[in-house]
């Protein structure tokens, strides 16, 4: 059911309510974003506006409860759902089972005043235009699509990540001995350093406790030990024989 079919119907030229898409877009401020779920054209052909009419009628009814009740913006806006309320009333249940067919293909977008407006606009001159179809053959669904390059595509790029996880499990494996190594190593030649220091402040204080008294091979055996060393020398005795000799005999 086309809106000039509905709006024969019920009396109303559907080019006054076109109208009122201009006015909300005039009253509208041009930096409000609106939400809208909306199916493009070229994936539902003729289906267009039959795939679109119950998303759009919940974009608008959204975009109504911005306004008060007293605001003409609401007005406008409740004339256009009542339109697409009609519509869908025409097209019967047939409407759900199309939505599913084709839900792959909707597109969830936030489309500031001026772009929602001439959707909308185009919408309505779309269906002003255009007859009912009743049968739409959906296209394949863009996710079956990727679905099957990537069953195509899955056995190179498995191997190819299977290389690349190959390569880095070897390089993994090749530089972690590598690291092992060299710590062993600076850790041994610390050790090595710290023996190395070790002995030879030992052998300077060996030295510096080495006793006077203690002679070098070269030297050779020491002339006197214990008591002897302590006795005095031959001609100091003779001496002192000779003096008291003299004393006596004075």
């Known amino acids: ?27 509208i401020p041009k930096d409000y974003k609106i939400t809208l779920r909306y199916i493009p054209k070229e994936v539902s052909g003729m289906c267009w506006v039959k795939l679109n009419v119950f998303h759009l009628e919940v974009s608008l009814k959204g975009l109504a409860q911005k306004f008060g009740n007293i605001s003409s913006n609401k007005d406008n806006i409740g004339t256009l759902v009542q339109i697409l309320q009609e519509m869908r009333y025409h097209i019967g249940h047939g409407l759900e089972d199309s939505m599913l067919e084709f839900d792959c293909h909707y597109v969830n977008e936030m489309w500031l005043t001026a772009k929602y407006f001439e959707f909308v606009e185009d919408f309505f001159n779309t269906a002003n235009s255009s007859r009912d179809v009743e049968d739409c053959e959906p296209p394949p669904c863009p996710t079956s699509t990727k679905t099957t390059v990537m069953t195509t595509t899955t056995p190179s790029t498995l191997s190819a990540q299977h290389s690349t996880n190959g390569e880095a499990h070897v390089i993994t494996r090749a530089f972690l001995p590598k690291v092992v ?13 710290a023996v190395v220091v070790f002995l030879m402040v ?4 060996s ?42 005999a004075v």
Do not use: C, H
């Open 181 to 193: 190594q060299s710590s062993l190593m600076s850790l041994i030649a610390i050790l090595f350093i």
């Open 207 to 248: 030295r510096r406790n080495t006793p006077q008294t203690e002679r070098s091979p070269e030297e050779g055996p020491a002339l006197f030990s214990g008591e002897e060393a302590n006795i005095p020398p031959l001609d100091v005795e003779i001496s002192e024989k000779n003096r008291l000799n003299i004393i006596l």
């Open 1 to 27: 059911m086309t809106v000039a079919a509905y709006s024969s119907e019920i009396g109303n030229p559907i080019t006054d309510d076109i109208k009122k898409i201009s006015l909300l877009k005039q009253n």
């Open 202 to 205: 030992w052998k300077i204080k």
